[in-house]
């Protein structure tokens, strides 16, 4: 069994050059929901540096709220504020020698994709235009709007807690934040074997991603689970 170890980078978090040589995708901030062109440049040359494949990350231009607030847009403002991040870390990527894998929308409106079809078509249609993949929870509209289109990788959360219809848990709410590194070892397990994902994220922002991250190695590499990017 593989499984391909995530995290948001180049969110101007400071755990970057600890986190990247851990991981095998980085999933790099566009700019509008967190960092700017240098934190997204500095994350693509320690990428590099370290082999990690990349991935676009964009969000909501809501930086007061680190992305992670719902917005309503029209179909076609949401497709510009989609496609303008990705083709911008396209090009910065292009000019450090890498190539960007795959997307992954961030926060409220990675959320939103997941229960709604509209903006989840969005994201597809941005994806499929661009000639990407999405990165998405597994029974997502995303999911399901990407198939026979474009490809799809079943993303899991270590670090977060599950509702019952495989839903994140709001942040909101006082149980969304798996706090234990057993626990999110646990979680792991359980997302690889009964969810079928491919990528395992851990948040770049978390104050406990490195020991998360070190502690998801250490027990991935007991149980004779290949860490590798998926692609």
Not at 12 to 20: I, N, S, Y
Request: one cysteine or more.
């Amino acid at each position: 069994m593989n499984i391909d170890l995530n995290s948001d980078l180049g969110e101007g978090c400071g755990l970057d050059a600890d986190l990247m040589p851990l991981v095998t995708s980085a999933n790099i901030s566009c700019g509008f929901h967190a960092g700017n062109a240098s934190t997204a440049r500095a994350a693509l040359k320690l990428a590099k540096q370290h082999g990690v494949q990349v991935g676009a990350h964009p969000g909501y231009a809501d930086r007061e709220h680190f992305g992670r607030r719902e917005h309503h847009l029209g179909s076609e403002e949401l497709y510009q504020l989609c496609s303008s991040q990705v083709l911008a870390l396209i090009n910065m990527a292009l000019a450090e020698g890498i190539t960007i894998r795959y997307i992954k929308p961030h926060g409220a409106l990675y959320n939103q994709a997941v229960v709604d079809d509209d903006i989840a078509g969005e994201l597809v249609q941005t994806a499929d235009v661009i000639g990407l993949p999405l990165m998405c929870l597994p029974g997502s509209r995303v999911e399901a709007l990407c198939k026979g289109r474009i490809g799809f990788i079943a993303e899991g959360f270590a670090d977060r807690r599950y509702r019952p219809d495989g839903t994140l848990v709001p942040r909101t709410e006082s149980n969304a934040f798996v706090h234990d590194v057993d626990e999110a070892v646990a979680q792991a397990d359980w997302l690889v074997r009964e969810r079928g994902i491919q990528s395992l994220c851990v948040h770049g922002d978390n104050p406990q991603a490195l020991a998360f991250v070190r502690g998801l190695r250490d027990a991935f590499t007991r149980h004779g689970i290949s860490i590798r990017a998926f692609a």
